[in-house]
């Protein structure tokens, strides 16, 4: 059984006869009977009855019809696996960020990173501080970015880069109108928290980062 076999078998069902399944497929109407032939020498069953109306699906033809599909999508998928440039292997990132920096800080750094490194396929969530801790504890993310660390086992935490804050005050007026409370830490680095392994951490982008937000 091969790939053009299964096609071939569902290009028939869509055209509704081996001479319109012929011409979709852009080979003879001897070519497609010959594939089916050999497909239900293969499966040892019988896949369609034909007649002047067409061709009908068998039982046994009905049964195969969700493999064949599943056959087409896993060669599409491998075939998209390799064309990826460099012959990369897709990889996979989950990474969560805080509220206050996914936009614009957090979406500059992912369009760059897509950019820059087509082969990985990144997932991303915004949300409080507390839940994306929470996440990458049950592992339900790779990393984190976030501006207070908390150094919990098994996390590693990395800083990213660190944060100008600039006091401005009006000349017209001597004391002024706005008092902010930051905490008991000051928001002043981006941190980067994470389960990563070291070779994970070294093809994890931060050289990207600091370069997409000093």
Do not use: C
């Given at each position: 059984m091969d790939i053009e076999q299964a096609?071939?078998?569902l290009e028939?069902?869509?055209a509704?006869?081996?001479?319109?399944?012929?011409?979709r497929l852009h080979v003879t109407q001897t070519t497609v009977t010959a594939r089916v032939q050999a497909?239900?020498?293969?499966?040892n069953c019988r896949l369609f009855v034909r007649n002047r109306a067409g061709a009908k699906l068998t039982k046994s033809g009905e049964a195969f019809v969700s493999p064949a599909k599943n056959m087409l999508e896993a060669w599409e998928q491998a075939k998209q696996l390799c064309d990826i440039s460099d012959y990369q292997a897709q990889q996979t990132l989950s990474i969560g960020g805080e509220i206050s920096l996914w936009n614009p800080i957090l979406i500059d750094w992912l369009l760059a990173m897509?950019?820059?490194?087509?082969?990985?396929?990144?997932?991303?969530?915004?949300?409080?501080?507390?839940?994306?801790?929470?996440?990458?504890?049950?592992q339900e993310v790779d990393a984190i970015i976030v501006h207070s660390p908390r150094y919990l086992p098994g996390l590693i935490v990395e800083q990213i880069i660190e944060e100008k804050l600039i006091h401005v005050v009006s000349k017209q007026r001597k004391?002024?109108?706005?008092?902010?409370?930051?905490?008991?830490?000051?928001p002043c680095s981006l941190i980067?928290?994470?389960l990563l392994t070291a070779e994970q951490r070294c093809n994890f982008p931060l050289d990207l980062w600091r370069s997409n937000t000093c």
């Open positions: 096609r071939t078998f028939i069902i869509h509704g006869t081996f001479a319109r399944a012929a011409e497909l239900e020498s293969a499966l897509s950019d820059d490194m087509p082969h990985l396929v990144i997932n991303s969530q915004v949300t409080t501080t507390d839940s994306l801790y929470q996440s990458l504890q049950k004391t002024p109108d706005l008092f902010i409370e930051w905490g008991k830490s000051l980067v928290v994470s």
